[in-house]
T-cell receptor, first 114, second 115 residues
């Protein structure tokens, strides 16, 4: 089955620790995205990648880092510099980054920092 | 800066009736796309409908249709014959063509369909 997988579904970390969220897609999509969702709010773009080995900052990139070494993988690291990391994180992908290309979303990871 | 405003945090509708969700946006760009996304309780986000700003004809997808008023910067979603499975949070979003990849989302409207 083609799709996007995010793991784990729930993640708990102690304050001050870095944590990496996984996102994998087997849709052969060039573009991938990371969003953050807080209660009662819409999605905010953290980082996006239009092609392998390239990525751009979104609106709230501070305290996060990404890599795009493989087409199918776009991991997100939440660093200790992120002041309020507890949130729901969604990964998405599309054939290309243009607005005419539908974004397909993964099931999300809920990160709780204790 | 681009902004998207959804002024109705919560709405409810009886099964089989019609409901309209509101969305307004602000941009100085001319070439952009507008979207409605659905996020059910499972949190799996899916695209409901898309509208290209250069198209005057309103987009429709089965029971879902939009009323796009470019001059008023308004983009409402109409759901006809509401079904229990339509219960979800709905997000309005847009992307300008020159910033491919960067979507701006509203804060969402929680829709409950009552039996």
């Amino acid at each position: 089955d083609g799709g996007i997988t995010q793991s784990p579904k729930y993640l708990f970390r102690k304050e001050g620790q870095n944590v990496t969220l996984s996102c994998e897609q087997n849709l052969n999509h060039d573009a991938m995205y990371w969003y953050r969702q807080d209660p009662g709010q819409g999605l905010r773009l953290i980082y996006y990648s239009q092609i392998v080995n390239d990525f751009q900052k979104g609106d709230i990139a501070e305290g996060y880092s990404v890599s795009r070494e493989k087409k199918e993988s776009f991991p997100l690291t939440v660093t200790s510099a992120q002041k309020n990391p507890t949130a729901f994180y969604l990964c998405a992908s599309s054939i290309g980054a243009g607005p005419y290309n539908e974004q397909f979303f993964g099931p999300g990871t809920r990160l709780t920092v204790l | 800066a681009q902004t998207v405003t959804q002024s109705q945090p919560e709405m409810s509708v009886q099964e089989a009736e019609t409901v309209t969700l509101s969305c307004t946006y602000d941009t100085s760009e001319n070439n952009y796309y507008l979207f409605w996304y659905k996020q059910p309780p499972s949190r799996q986000m899916i695209l409901v409908i898309r509208q290209e700003a250069y198209k005057q004809q309103n987009a429709t997808e089965n029971r879902f249709s939009v009323n796009f008023q470019k001059a008023a910067k308004s983009f409402s979603l109409k759901i006809s014959d509401s079904q229990l499975g339509d219960t979800a949070m709905y997000f309005c979003a847009f992307m300008i063509e020159v910033n491919a990849g960067k979507s701006t989302f509203g804060d969402g409207t929680t829709l409950t369909v009552k039996p």
